[in-house]
Nanobody, 123 residues
């Protein structure tokens, strides 16, 4: 039902910024909660942020609060993750994911995933 394509990853120095984008196919994009997850080498996939289908509620992992901002543009079928003040510990593959209905912090509740984009933060 939903195909997700991510972009915007790359190499950045500590303290720098990146904006990740995830564009979805389909006319029902606005009905999905959209989440961002990340997975560092040797680590489990972890929740980063989610925005509700109504575009009124956002949630963040504690370690990124105040630095990352999630947003969506339903007219463009796109969700963004603006990442500021990046730290080396933010280095990971970042995935966007879509979930029909209510938002969730749990990765296993998301049925659609992007291919992932590498974010590397140098010290």
């Amino acid at each position: 039902q939903v195909q997700l394509v991510e972009s915007g990853g790359g190499l950045v120095q500590a303290g720098g910024s990146l904006r990740l984008s995830c564009t979805a196919s389909g006319r029902t994009f606005s009905t999905y909660a959209m989440g961002w997850f990340r997975q560092a080498p040797g680590k489990e996939r972890e929740f980063v942020s989610v925005i509700s289908s109504t575009d009124t509620s956002t949630y963040y992992q504690d370690s990124v609060k105040g630095r990352f901002t999630i947003s969506r543009d339903n007219a463009k079928n796109t969700v963004y993750l603006q990442m500021n003040s990046l730290k080396p510990e933010d280095t990971a593959v970042y995935y966007c994911a879509a979930k029909k209905g209510l938002h969730s912090r749990a990765y296993d509740q998301y049925g659609y995933w992007g291919q992932g984009t590498q974010v590397t933060v140098s010290s």
